[in-house]
C-alpha cells in the first residue's frame, strides 16, 4: 500500500519561505513521476509543479514560477516543495501526489495522494 505523508506547511507572513516534504512509503519511489498541488477554500484543486521520477524534469504553474521549487530525495522517498516570497494568494491546502510513470499537470492522472498540509500566508 502506497501511503504519502506532508509536512512543513504553517503559518507565515507574506514574503516568507516555507519548506514542505512529502514522505513516501510503500511501492516504488524512484518509478514515480510526483506532482503538488494545492487547494484554496472554495476553489477547485490546481496544479503547483511536478517533477520526473529522475528528478531530471520539472514544470510549475505559471503563479508559482521563479518562487517555487520542487525537488526528491530517492534515497529518501521524499519529494520536496521549496516556496519563497509567499503571498497570502498562495494560502491553501498543498497536496502531494504520485503516479507510475510520467508526471503530469492533471490531478486527475495521479492514483496515490496525501492527506494534505495547511499553508497560511498572512498579509
Known amino acids: 500500500q502506497v501511503q504519502l505523508v506532508e509536512s512543513g506547511g504553517g503559518l507565515v507572513q507574506a514574503g516568507g519561505s516555507l519548506r514542505l516534504s512529502c514522505a513516501v512509503s510503500?511501492?516504488?519511489?524512484?518509478?514515480?513521476?510526483m506532482g503538488w498541488f494545492r487547494q484554496a477554500p472554495g476553489k477547485e484543486r490546481e496544479f503547483v509543479a511536478t517533477?520526473?521520477?529522475?528528478?531530471?524534469?520539472?514544470d510549475y504553474a505559471d503563479s508559482v514560477k521563479g518562487r517555487f521549487t520542487i525537488s526528491r530525495d530517492n534515497a529518501k522517498n521524499t519529494v520536496y516543495l521549496q516556496i519563497d516570497s509567499l503571498k497570502p494568494a498562495d494560502t491553501a491546502v498543498y497536496y502531494c501526489?504520485?503516479?507510475?510513470?510520467?508526471?503530469?499537470?492533471?490531478?486527475?492522472?495521479?492514483?496515490?495522494w496525501g492527506q494534505g498540509t495547511q499553508v497560511t500566508v498572512s498579509s
Open positions: 501526489a504520485a503516479k507510475v510513470g510520467f508526471q503530469s499537470r492533471t490531478a486527475y492522472d495521479y492514483k496515490y
Open positions: 510503500g511501492g516504488t519511489f524512484s518509478s514515480y513521476g
Open positions: 517533477i520526473s521520477w529522475s528528478g531530471g524534469n520539472t
